[in-house]
């Protein structure tokens, strides 16, 4: 079993870092997890949307060299399906069991992922409808894959 974590742009801010890493080593009690990142492009502001378009074409280019191809693909994206963590829970048990023991989760930069990213995905999530800078989305999607693990492995974490 194991996770990949991949992201555009990377963590500058110390207690994002700390996050990362307190839930990282708690979920090493559960399975691997890996974390690839690229540079997100350089952006006007005040671009058009064409400009967007290409932004997220570079990064989507980008991003598709380095996810892993056999794993299960799940795209953090705001049209996906919204899911309780009782339900994330279960997603996540269902894919290990029965279609792929690696699941990459992707995270868009400032403009979101492209097309191309999002085509190529198994399973497209939301996490809300508001929009989160995409540094402390690490931190609330491992916080969330750890309490997927804690779910799924009948143990108590507050509610």
Known sequence: MKINIISVGNIKEKYLKDAIAEYTKRLSKYTKIEF???????????????????????????????????????????????????????????????????????????LGLSDNVLNQADYHLCFSKMTFPHQLMQVILLEQIYRAFKINNNEVYHK
């Open 36 to 110: 690839y990142s690229i540079n997100d492009e350089p952006i006007n502001d005040n671009p058009s949307k064409k400009d967007e378009e290409i932004i997220k074409n570079k990064e989507g280019e980008k991003l598709l060299k380095i996810i892993p191809s056999n794993s299960f693909k799940v795209v953090l994206d705001l049209k996906g399906e919204m899911l309780t963590s009782p339900e994330l829970a279960s997603k996540m048990n269902d894919i290990f069991t029965y279609q792929n023991s690696n699941i990459s989760f992707i995270i868009g930069g400032s």
